[in-house]
C-alpha cells in the first residue's frame, strides 16, 4: 500500500523536481567537515543547496550554520 501511493501518487507530484546526490553534491557533501555524523543528512541538503545555488529554508538554522549554505528560517521576520 506505502509502495502503491509512493509510487502513484509522491513520485509523479515530484517528477523533475527531486535533485540527485551527484559527484559534485558528494564532493561538496566531504568538503564541509561535519563534525557531527548524526549531521550527514543535513550536510547532503547543504551540500545539494550549495552545488544548484539554493537557499536551504527551514526553521532548524544552528545545524546548518556550520556549512555556510545560505539560509532562510520563514519562522523568523527579516531572515
Keep these: 500500500m506505502l509502495r502503491q501511493w509512493l509510487e502513484t501518487q509522491v513520485l509523479p507530484s515530484f517528477a523533475e523536481r527531486v535533485l540527485a546526490?551527484?559527484?559534485?553534491?558528494?564532493?561538496?557533501?566531504?568538503?564541509?567537515?561535519?563534525?557531527?555524523?548524526r549531521s550527514d543528512r543535513d550536510a547532503l541538503i547543504a551540500a545539494t543547496a550549495m552545488v544548484h545555488g539554493m537557499t536551504v529554508v527551514t526553521r532548524n538554522v544552528d545545524d546548518f550554520k556550520p556549512t555556510g549554505v545560505n539560509i532562510?528560517?520563514?519562522w523568523v521576520y527579516g531572515s
Design 21 to 37: 546526490v551527484d559527484t559534485a553534491v558528494a564532493r561538496q557533501c566531504a568538503s564541509l567537515h561535519v563534525s557531527d555524523p
Design 72 to 74: 532562510l528560517n520563514p
